[in-house]
């Protein structure tokens, strides 16, 4: 992807339930965790009575116990089996101590297993490639073909100035099982973070592919079992349902050529 080196790719969410198995197994061999660094929550979540936290981050484990005693020996019904989630914040802090490929190779490898969602991100911390208003350009003036069928926009500003605090774009439903998702990554951090300004790179744009259910579980393949980089993936995914266009006078727009920018990324892959 030429030389430019400010790209880089990284699984962003990731959510799975694992059937016929323990919660000791599921936090010390396959999280890689020992059992002492997770604490129990006040409640469950997503119909499950139990819930339990990463003390080193934003992991959550969550099933329905048999008995009222927490511990790794805890037995678990077996028919709703246990959910994991870690938040694009939790891959992060998974990420600084193991890794989450590693993570899906082991759970790969499970009989019954379930890929609820994952979360592919590429940012672009220069925007020389990816950048914000260059997308958001082409999108209002229509130099762009998608497979799909709609697209939306939200913004936030400062009550005060009109400053804005966060720009998205959405391909595709959020209620789908397939969408992306593109925003000025440098104004989300400065609006939710607490670190000094001057640390966050000034022209951040990021964009992710959400994944869920059936899509979830075929991503996971191709990058298991298909021994593929996460951003061949990501990027044979954009080909496939997306594409940004240099305009022509061509009254057929499937015809027009590809944006520069757009080609660069998209450069040998596969849809």
Request: aromatic fraction near 12%; charge should be positive.
């Amino acid at each position: 992807m030429s030389s430019y080196q400010g790209l880089e790719v990284i699984i962003d969410w990731l959510e799975f339930t694992v059937l016929d198995t323990t919660l000791k197994d599921v936090i010390d061999k396959f999280l890689n965790i020992p059992f002492a660094h997770f604490s129990p929550l006040a409640k469950g979540r997503f119909g499950y009575h139990n819930q339990l936290k990463w003390k080193g981050g934003h992991v959550y484990i969550m099933f329905t116990a048999i008995g009222e005693e927490i511990s790794e020996n805890t037995r678990i019904k077996q028919e709703t089996g246990i959910h994991v989630m870690i938040t694009g914040q939790g891959c992060r802090q998974y990420s600084s101590e193991l890794s989450l490929e590693t993570l899906l190779r082991r759970l790969s490898a499970l009989p019954r297993v379930n890929f609820s969602r994952i979360d592919l991100a590429i940012d672009d911390y220069e925007s020389k490639i990816l950048n914000y208003d260059t997308i958001h350009e082409a999108a209002l003036a229509g130099y762009f073909t998608s497979r799909w069928s709609k697209w939306d926009e939200i913004n936030s500003r400062q009550t005060s100035n009109g400053h804005f605090l966060g720009r998205t774009m959405y391909f595709g439903s959020q209620n789908s099982d397939l969408f992306c998702r593109i925003y000025d990554k440098s104004l989300e951090r400065k609006a939710k973070s607490e670190e000094n300004p001057e640390n966050i790179p000034k022209k951040w744009t990021r964009l992710e592919l959400v994944y869920r259910k059936d899509r979830a579980k075929k991503v996971v393949e191709h990058l298991i079992k298909g021994k593929k980089p996460l951003g061949h993936v990501l990027r044979g995914t954009l080909k496939q349902y997306l594409r940004f266009l240099k305009p022509s006078t061509d009254q057929n727009k499937s015809r027009w050529p590809s944006a520069g920018w757009w080609e660069l990324l998209l450069s040998d892959v596969e849809s």
